[in-house]
C-alpha cells in the first residue's frame, strides 16, 4: 500500500476547509484527485467516500454535544438517503468500467460541481435573508417545536441527495443543505449545519461501503486522504470561530465553477477568460448579496452607507468595476459590520450592601 505525500497535503487542505466551513469536502477532493493526481473518476468517489466515512464523524460528534441536532428531520433524510446511496453505486456498475463511462462519470461530476457552486451562492443569500428577518422581528427566536416536519419531501430531499452522492461523492454537504433551508427556513444556522453533518454520516458511511464491495475502491489513495484530512478537520474546527468566513466560501465557490468547468471539457482559453469574469463579476454579486443582508442599524454603526455599497457593487458588476469594490467591502467593511452586530455581553449589577445601622447602645 503506497502513501503519496502529496495526496496527504491535499487530504489536510481539503479538511480544514470542511472544518472551518462545514462543507466542500467532497466537492473539492473529487476534482483535485481527477484533476491534480490523474486519479480515474470512478476510483477517485470511491476513495474518497471511504476517507469521508472517517472524517466525518468528527464534526457530527461535536454538533452532538452541542444539541444543535434536528434528529427528527435526521431521522427521514437518513430513510431516503441511504438506500439511494447504494442505489447510486449499482447504477455506476451497471454503466460498466470502459472508457466511455469513465467520461460519462466525469461530465456528471462536472455538472454537480457546477450545481453544488450555485447553490453555495443561494445559500448565502437565504441566509442573509433570514439573518435580517430575525432582526426586524427581534431577539425573540423561533421555538424548536415550531418546524413542522414533512416526511414524505424530506424523505424525497434524502433520496435524491443519497443518489447524487453514491454516483459523484458530491452533493451531502452542499446541495442537500440548501434543499433543507427552502423546505424549512425555521431552523437556525447551528441546527441546519449539525442536521446535515448528522445525516450524512449513514449517508456517506452507505455509499462508502457500497463502494469498497462494487466500487474502484483504492486502499492506498484512501489511506493518503484519511491520514490527512483528519487532523485537517479537526485543525479546521478549532480555528472556525477565527477564519474568515465570508472569504472562504466566494473562494470555494470559484474552485468549484473552475473545476467543473474543466471536467465538462471546456477549452483552457474560454476557462481563464470564464474565471476572470466570474471572479469580477462573481465577487461583486457575492457582495451585493451579503450587503444587503446587514441590518440599517449595523451600517449606521460603522458609519457607513448601505445603499452606496448596494450600488458600486451592483451596478459595477457588469462592468468588473464591482469586483473591486467587493474586494474593498469584505476586507474592511464586513468585519466592522460583524463586530456591530455581534450581541453584546450581558452587564451583571451586583446589589448594594444593606448598611446595618445600630442602634445606640
Known amino acids: 500500500m503506497h502513501i503519496d505525500v502529496y495526496i496527504v497535503l491535499a487530504g489536510f487542505i481539503v479538511g480544514a476547509v470542511v472544518g472551518i466551513t462545514g462543507m466542500g469536502g ?13 486519479v480515474q473518476p470512478l476510483a477517485a468517489v470511491s476513495s474518497d467516500l471511504v476517507a469521508s466515512m472517517v472524517m466525518r464523524p468528527v464534526g457530527a460528534l461535536v454538533h452532538f454535544r452541542r444539541g444543535t441536532v434536528r434528529t427528527d428531520l435526521v431521522k427521514w433524510l437518513v430513510i431516503g438517503s441511504v438506500p ?29 460541481l457546477v450545481l453544488a457552486a450555485l447553490t453555495i451562492v443561494a445559500k448565502g ?4 435573508r433570514e439573518r435580517r428577518r430575525r432582526h426586524l422581528l427581534g431577539p425573540a427566536h423561533v421555538p424548536h417545536a415550531a418546524v413542522r416536519v414533512r416526511p414524505v419531501a424530506t424523505i424525497l430531499i434524502g433520496a435524491v441527495g443519497g443518489l447524487i452522492v453514491g454516483m459523484t461523492s458530491v452533493g451531502s454537504g452542499s446541495l ?14 447551528s441546527e441546519l449545519v449539525g442536521t ?12 462508502a461501503i457500497a463502494h469498497i464491495m462494487f466500487g474502484d475502491f483504492e486502499a492506498g489513495l484512501t489511506a493518503s486522504l484519511i491520514i490527512g484530512s483528519v487532523p485537517g478537520v479537526y485543525l479546521g474546527a478549532r480555528f472556525s470561530s477565527r477564519a474568515p468566513d465570508a472569504a472562504v466560501r466566494p473562494a ?23 474565471l476572470v469574469a ?34 458600486i457593487q451592483g451596478i459595477g458588476a457588469p462592468l468588473l468595476v464591482g469586483g473591486i469594490a ?8 464586513r468585519p466592522r459590520l460583524k463586530a456591530a452586530a455581534a450581541p453584546a455581553e450581558p452587564t451583571i449589577t451586583l446589589p448594594e450592601t444593606p448598611t446595618i445601622l445600630r442602634e445606640p447602645a
Open 326 to 333: 467587493a474586494m474593498g467591502y469584505f476586507a474592511r467593511i
Open 84 to 112: 439511494a446511496a447504494f442505489a447510486g453505486v449499482f447504477v455506476l456498475r451497471a454503466m460498466g468500467n470502459s472508457a466511455t463511462v469513465q467520461d460519462r462519470v466525469r461530465l456528471v461530476l462536472g455538472l454537480v
Open 176 to 189: 442537500i443543505i440548501v434543499c433543507l433551508l427552502l423546505m424549512y427556513p425555521a431552523i437556525t444556522a
Open 196 to 207: 446535515d453533518l448528522v445525516q450524512g454520516v449513514p449517508l456517506v458511511a452507505a455509499a
Open 125 to 128: 443569500y437565504m441566509q442573509a
Open 278 to 311: 466570474i471572479a469580477l463579476v462573481g465577487l461583486a454579486v457575492w457582495g451585493f448579496v451579503d450587503a444587503l443582508g446587514w441590518s440599517a442599524e449595523d451600517w449606521e454603526a460603522v458609519g457607513q452607507s448601505r445603499a452606496t455599497w448596494l450600488k
Open 252 to 274: 470555494i465557490v470559484f474552485v468549484l465553477l473552475a473545476s467543473g468547468l474543466k471536467l465538462l471539457n471546456v477549452s483552457t482559453a474560454v476557462l481563464g477568460w470564464a
Open 26 to 38: 467532497g466537492a473539492l477532493m473529487t476534482p483535485i484527485l481527477v484533476l491534480l493526481f490523474g
